[in-house]
């Protein structure tokens, strides 16, 4: 308060009143002058209050990562494209641990998983040819191509399991259909061929065909070459022109028959249709 005031004030001329209002007000401007000078300096980029802004922005922010987090663990994603072949859940049940939900097919190149005796594992090379047939459709063969051998053995199958790559898949083929695969280790010309349905105990030590021989069942020991679908080469036993009778007839060694009609000639190996005894 100016000294005159008080001058004033002590001779009468103004009130105690006066002076303590016109103090009060200037108290009250000179703080409202210290508030806006401290919001101001806080509002400067060096200031307090951009810093809390900046904080509170980053909590948000972060809060925004947990909760997109968590959402994320309860979604459950495949891993690739594919095709849903079995859905073991519905939508809104709980994911138990362990629990197959969906049973799903890759899309993209189409493969065969196959196992292989282990016996032939000597054979097996990447890039070998093969060619496939589904049971489905076994008039329809496809080809194939190895691309992967598993480093291991089964040793309670005793096999090796490998996978073949479909160039040019046909229209019928599904997910999980049975096929049978060809692995073409090797060809031979003018080899002697005979249906596998002919060749008896052919995987063990000594096969044999049961052969036609004077219009009786003979039993003929064989020694087996390359193998094919449906079909197996005869290196010693039999020679072309031969008949061998089929697993499928009721035929026993030492049977007296007669030739039915031929099923199918394989080069130079007749098998008959129907044998009588």
């Keep these: 308060m100016p000294l005159r005031t008080r001058d004033l004030v002590a001779k009468g ?33 060096s200031g307090i209050e951009p810093a809390m802004a900046a904080s509170r922005v980053a909590q948000a922010e972060a809060a925004v990562e947990v909760a997109t987090a968590r959402l994320a663990r309860l979604q459950i ?10 859905r073991n859940v519905e939508p809104g049940s709980m994911a138990q641990p362990g629990r197959t939900l969906l049973a799903l097919a890759a899309q993209g190149n189409t493969r065969i998983d196959a196992a292989v005796d282990e016996k032939h594992l000597r054979l097996l090379t990447p890039g070998m040819a093969a060619q496939a047939v589904a049971d489905a459709f076994p008039g329809q063969r496809f080809d194939a191509k190895l691309y992967y051998v598993s480093p291991a053995v089964d040793p309670q199958r005793g096999t090796v399991d490998v996978r073949l790559e479909v160039p040019k898949p046909p229209a019928f083929l599904k997910p999980d259909m049975t096929v049978s695969v060809e692995l073409l280790a090797g060809s031979k010309k003018d080899a002697l ?10 995987d063990r030590e000594k ?9 009786r069942a003979v039993r003929v020991p064989v020694r087996l070459g390359l193998r094919g679908i449906g079909s197996v080469e005869i290196l010693e036993g039999l020679k072309e022109g031969d008949e061998a009778i089929p697993q499928t007839e009721k035929a026993l060694p030492g049977d007296r028959v007669r030739r039915g009609p031929t099923l199918a000639p394989e080069k130079g190996m007749e098998v008959p249709s129907f044998i009588s005894r």
């Design 13 to 45: 001329f103004f009130s105690q009143q006066k002076l303590d209002d016109a103090q009060r007000l200037l108290d009250t401007a000179r703080s409202a002058l210290e508030s806006a000078r401290v919001q101001s300096a806080s509002n400067q980029a």
């Design 77 to 86: 994603t495949s891993p690739v494209d594919a095709v849903v072949l079995a």
């Design 193 to 202: 061929v005979l249906p596998s349905s002919s060749v008896r105990d052919a």
């Design 207 to 215: 096969p044999w065909v049961l052969a036609l021989q004077q219009g």
